[in-house]
């Protein structure tokens, strides 16, 4: 390709608009965008991805910070 064609298909190509970051999540620590699904839990912003991740048991002690106590 010339170098004249380089240039023209450049010029021709629409601009990237990068979503732009929100919040970020706070166990991942991934951008959550513009336009994402997150949760916000006591403050802290939870991804889609991690929470479809989370065990009721992960989501019960490390997001919400209670305690798993032994019966007896």
Do not use: S
């Amino acid at each position: 390709m010339t170098h004249f064609a380089v240039i023209e298909n450049a010029w021709l190509e629409p601009p990237q608009h990068l979503p732009e970051a929100v919040y970020n999540c706070e166990l991942c620590a991934e951008a959550v965008c513009a336009g994402d699904p997150y949760i916000e839990l006591d403050g802290l912003i939870i991804c889609a991805d991690c929470l479809d991740g989370l065990t009721a048991r992960e989501l019960a002690v490390e997001v919400l910070n209670n305690k798993i106590i032994t019966a007896g």
